[in-house]
């Protein structure tokens, strides 16, 4: 009589749900259990701050998997409010306790961590006052809605501005709350280069909504928030937000290797420094997918492909998981922000030669109804060309672009790829060429060398002669850089004698393109030394040029 292999996992919502519903497709006669401590086996948690908002009207509608849905489905043991205690890898058990507070043994032949993280909790007075609160699972997002309901704030304070701070931030803009975002760092949204983080808060900044950078709070009081700096911000709701930490206690008590990222190391196949072990989620050290170095990258898509890996290879099959870029993407107002690969930091920092190209594009056919703008950042390596990062952000057609550069650098693909790459078009979804063409052709001629340009990221004027080519009513709207001549690109050909040629010329347009023609035009009429600035007035304005 052949023994079932007995499969126990610890966790359920994303890397946990889908590692046992993946080991019963692998092995049918295999005995699963999944223990998780809280009420709910596997339940949205990315939707949490859209219930919060009320875009999300059926709380039911969170609830993915049930253990009596588990069972009948899959044949899945779901125990609820079980809590795992400690791992005896000798004898490969786990000892859990149950919701009637008794302790029992549980043999396992392979075992599956997926304990997830745990909001960061800094040690500041007030932190446990009763309208301070942290947003982890559905009882924390209930606490929330209730208070919102019966106490109705008016002002909120959201510390942190990462992707959940954002999204709470905006839940509490839908529910007519007063908002301020305050983030520790120089901006929100740290994986994002500063340029694309200040367009963002520039173009989302409102009275009712606001942010405040480079803060550090110090103390919770019922009024509000006390800072360092002596500032103090009203709120009758508090929001902390400041990171996650994996857990990893029970994996390190059992003498698992915990990796320099702090979570449990895996290998390709989610395997810990125990063979019979396994880890996903966000508790899980993987790989970046781009870099191959030490990752752990907190989302819900890598959790739910790392579980269907462990799940698949606890259950006697054999797959690789090749690591994540961090593909992301979060609403804030109405304004999109999509993220994948390397920011302009990650790419220093693993040691890239690497040049960026921004550029401002529509989202469909300029001249079809309700066109927009969206903003394209790349990263790309000198030389090859090949995309290493790219940022997006506007308020339509962001996400599927995001999608399209994320496969581009999957596949290893260049900026060169991208100039003839064959994409849908239809004036109200693109344009014949969409905005990943022109990003394109953008870097395409940057990492070409075609004509000379400078990025408002490195450079800084110093005695070039600077000359704004666009048109008088943009001046008039939008100011000019300090010290430059004015000459609209349609009469640049008649002023040509006005330039000097023993001087370097810096040419600028709103946007980039038109300094990139006015740029061919003077290298055409024999000027040697001159260069376009890279995404124009606007973009040098982000990075702080005046």
Not at 60 to 76: D, G, H, N, Q, Y
């Amino acid at each position: 009589m052949i023994i079932p292999r007995r499969i126990l996992i610890v966790g359920g919502v994303a890397g946990g749900a889908s590692a046992a519903a993946r080991a019963r497709r692998v092995d049918e006669t295999a005995e699963i259990h999944v223990f998780e401590r809280g009420p709910y086996i596997s339940f949205a948690n990315c939707g949490l701050p859209y219930f919060i908002a009320g875009e999300i009207d059926d709380r039911a509608k969170l609830i993915v998997m049930t253990p009596e849905r588990f069972w009948s489905r899959s044949r899945v043991h779901a125990h609820v409010g079980h809590d795992v205690l400690s791992i005896n890898r000798n004898a490969r058990t786990i000892r859990v306790k149950g919701p009637d507070g008794i302790e029992r043994e549980e043999h396992y032949d392979k075992l599956i961590l997926s304990q997830g993280a745990k909001p960061i909790v800094p040690s500041i007075p007030g932190v446990n006052l009763p309208h301070v609160f942290t947003l982890r699972d559905i009882p924390d997002m209930d606490r929330i809605a209730e208070f919102i309901t019966t106490r109705k704030p008016k002002r909120a304070v959201v510390i942190g501005g990462g992707f959940i701070g954002l999204e709470m931030a905006e839940a509490f803009h839908h529910r007519h709350i007063h908002v301020t975002i305050v983030e520790r760092n120089a901006h929100i949204l740290p994986l994002l280069d500063s340029d694309m983080a200040h367009e963002l808060q520039n173009s989302t900044r409102l009275p009712e909504f606001d942010f405040v950078a480079r803060a550090h709070a110090s103390a919770f009081t019922p009024q509000g928030v006390d800072f360092t700096d002596g500032t103090h911000l009203p709120a009758d709701l508090i929001l902390l937000s400041v990171g996650v930490k994996a857990e990893v206690e029970l994996a390190r008590d059992a003498g698992l290797e915990i990796g320099t990222t702090g979570g449990v190391k895996t290998n390709g196949r989610m395997e810990s420094s125990d063979p019979h072990i396994y880890a996903v989620g966000d508790a899980a050290e993987t790989i970046h997918a781009l870099t191959g170095a030490r990752a752990r990258i907190a989302l819900a898509g890598p959790a739910n492909r790392q579980g269907r890996i462990a799940g698949t290879n606890a259950a006697g099959g054999r797959l690789t998981y090749p690591g994540a870029l961090g593909t992301s993407i979060v609403r804030l107002l109405n304004r999109t922000v999509g993220f994948t690969g390397l920011n302009s930091a990650q790419a220093a920092a693993a040691g890239f030669s690497f040049f960026t190209s921004m550029t401002r594009d529509s989202s469909h056919a300029h001249y079809y109804p309700g066109a927009t703008t969206v903003i394209t950042k790349i990263i790309a390596e000198e030389g090859t060309g090949r995309i290493l990062g790219a940022q997006l952000l506007g308020q339509e057609g962001i996400d599927k672009r995001t999608d399209v550069l994320a496969t581009a650098i999957t596949a290893k693909m260049s900026v060169f790829d991208l100039e003839t790459l064959d994409l849908a078009y239809s004036p109200p979804f693109g344009s014949a060429n969409d905005p990943v063409n022109t990003a394109g052709f953008v870097a395409s001629h940057i990492a070409r060398g075609d004509i000379p340009s400078v990025s408002p990221e490195t450079w800084r004027p110093t005695d070039e002669f600077l000359l704004d080519v666009r048109d008088t009513d943009e001046l008039a709207e939008h100011g000019t850089l300090s010290g430059a001549k004015h000459v609209p690109l349609a009469e640049l050909r008649q002023h040509l004698a006005d330039l000097p040629k023993d001087r370097k010329i810096v040419l600028f347009c709103q946007k980039g393109q038109r300094g990139y023609l006015a740029t061919c035009a003077l290298l055409g009429s024999g000027f040697e030394n001159v260069a376009n600035l890279r995404g124009g007035f606007l973009q040098a304005r982000l990075n702080g040029i005046q």
